[in-house]
């Protein structure tokens, strides 16, 4: 995983999850919602998620989940 994550953004654990009631799946980024999963797509991702390894596996398929959203020149407000 070392060659994946170069700068350690990873680490810091910007990424979460909620599921509702309806199998629905929400992914957060530092809190702010950037990608829903539903139907199929959802069930996967939570099966993913459910047997990942670490911590750090979980970050890591959400990243990839969620795609290329932040071209790098993006403020932190």
Known sequence: M??????????????????????????????????ILKGKEAEKFLNRIRTAE?????????AKITGNFKRGNERKS
């Open 54 to 62: 670490s911590e750090m596996a979980e970050q890591l398929i959400m």
């Open 2 to 35: 070392e060659h994946i994550d170069k700068r350690n953004r990873l680490e810091e654990k910007p990424f979460s999850y909620r599921e509702t009631k309806d199998q629905n799946v929400f992914i957060d980024y530092y809190g702010k919602q950037v990608k």
